[in-house]
């Protein structure tokens, strides 16, 4: 039965956007010395505007529709609106930068260098990529860093190194994305919240940015929804079906070439799922297969170069190497962009935040180009975590946490990695979550309709939202002397 409350209200969308422009205009009212580019607004604009308004129409536009009709609305819509900024955005880097690359291009042109290399090998029999990858690098490749590279070689080989045909596959995986969020959320919290999230998806502004991007985060957003889905089916499914892990096992193991902690989150998230996970959800025959395969899954990544790249990462002190990499932020020159609050900041300081981080950049600082493009997307994440954080203390108090481990796990997982990282305040590291963290978003927003007293809540948090934009902003000039 369809949830008819299940939308994005009014007085959630307009105060978001009006909270947005005030924190807008103090900062550049305050720092006008140091005020963006005019087309930086632009895009914040449309954004910010983009997500809540439209978000307040659809979910109640399309609230009505047949399943089969919503889903091909989602997909069609998403993968439009991905077209055209793929388009827009091939132009308008070249404009900018006189190169189909973002600003500041750095690992795209590693990626693009050697997909080229791959794909003149291919052309030439030469399938060898290991072989390939590391000569290319002289032997200093990560397994991690692999995978990707090589899809954009087999790509490249197909379509004679074109670009645009792999954003335009990027364009198509993301609106996949979007449908597959919203079965997740179908299945887990009902169709109304899933609804909400397949359009949260399809509207977010970071999601809609990386496919006219050449970086891999789409790509592996595409993997983790995947593996995480198929893995919450197999799970929920009255009688057991092996077969049906085939695709989670394929996403899970290619997940550890583009990002190890990626995979190894993945897999732990279903190891601690099918533990603690409630006998209403999977029963115990099912829950050893699937621990045992689980397992089988991460022994078989534990070998070889990748062996050392997770002792690496599990031996280190995370902790000391955090602070020394603030610290090097603080007290690197000025012009490189060296900040001396940056060694104040931490896993102390990051984890109270981590559901909330990156905040929006929307001063004009040497290349940050990229953070003041996405400026109102992460403002949007910034509004949106409010009810990710207030969803996760209902299904605490609530006692029902334990049906929904596996999302939790995968999200809660992740942004502990990432609170003790070096990358706790960079948006490309959240991307990974961001699908999650929408849904969880949706079932909070859900659950403060149902309780009009809650409302209260959310005008606390824009207010404390408005002055983390302010105050990040304030922090990223002071800190620079500026």
């Not at 109640?60 to 091909?72: I, N």
């Not at 399938?127 to 990858?133: G, L």
């Not at 887990?188 to 609804?195: K, L, T, W």
């Not at 089916?233 to 990626?262: G, Y």
Request: proline letters at 2%; hydrophobic letters at 50%.
């Amino acid at each position: 039965m369809q949830q008819p409350l299940a939308y994005m209200p009014k007085w959630v969308s307009n105060r978001a956007i009006m909270i947005y422009f005030a924190a807008l205009a103090v900062v550049t009212l305050w720092f006008m010395s140091y005020a963006m580019e005019w087309y930086f607004y632009v895009f914040g604009v449309v954004e910010v505007v983009g997500f809540f308004y439209v978000s307040n129409r659809l979910t109640r536009s399309w609230a009505r529709l047949t399943t089969k009709t919503f889903e091909k609305r989602l997909f069609w819509t998403a993968f439009g609106i991905r077209a055209v900024w793929v388009l827009f955005s091939y132009w308008f880097y070249f404009v900018m930068t006189g190169e189909h690359f973002e600003f500041s291009a750095g690992d795209v042109l590693f990626y693009d260098d050697m997909g080229r290399v791959l794909s003149e090998n291919f052309r030439e029999g030469n399938f060898a990529v290991y072989d390939i990858c590391n000569k290319y690098t002289s032997g200093k490749i990560a397994f991690s860093d692999m995978g990707y590279p090589a899809y954009l070689g087999f790509v490249y080989w197909l379509t004679g190194d074109s670009l645009l045909v792999v954003r335009f596959i990027k364009a198509f995986l993301s609106a996949v994305t979007a449908l597959i969020m919203s079965r997740l959320a179908t299945r887990n919290f009902g169709e109304g919240v899933g609804r909400m999230t397949g359009i949260f998806c399809m509207l977010m502004p970071n999601l809609i940015l990386y496919c006219g991007l050449h970086l891999k985060e789409t790509e592996m957003c595409f993997l983790a929804v995947v593996a995480i889905e198929q893995a919450d089916q197999v799970m929920r499914l009255k009688k057991f079906n092996v077969w049906k892990m085939v695709p989670m096992a394929i996403c899970m193991l290619t997940l550890f070439t583009f990002r190890t902690v990626l995979g190894a989150v993945t897999i732990l998230a279903l190891l601690t799922a099918l533990t603690i996970t409630t006998d209403r959800v999977v029963d115990w025959g099912k829950r050893i297969i699937m621990i045992l395969i689980a397992g089988l899954l991460l022994l078989s990544m534990v070998g070889g170069r990748l062996e050392s790249e997770v002792r690496e990462l599990t031996t280190h002190n995370v902790v000391e190497e955090q602070q020394k990499a603030m610290q090097w932020r603080s007290t690197r020159s000025s012009s490189a962009g060296a900040n001396r609050f940056a060694k104040y900041a931490g896993a102390i300081v990051f984890a109270p935040m981590i559901f909330t981080l990156p905040f929006p950049s929307a001063t004009n600082l040497p290349n940050q180009e990229n953070q003041r493009l996405i400026h109102g997307g992460n403002f949007v994440k910034n509004i949106m975590s409010g009810f990710v954080i207030y969803s996760l203390f209902t299904l605490i108090f609530s006692g029902e946490w334990r049906k929904y481990v596996l999302t939790g796990a995968y999200y809660g997982g992740y942004l502990v990695v990432l609170a003790f990282s070096n990358f706790a305040q960079a948006e490309r590291f959240h991307m990974p979550i961001v699908c999650f963290m929408l849904m969880f978003s949706a079932y909070g927003m859900y659950e403060v309709i149902k309780h009009p007293r809650e409302k209260r809540l959310y005008n606390y948090w824009t207010l404390l939202m408005f002055l983390a934009f302010v105050g990040w902003n304030w922090f990223k000039l002071r800190g620079r002397g500026l």
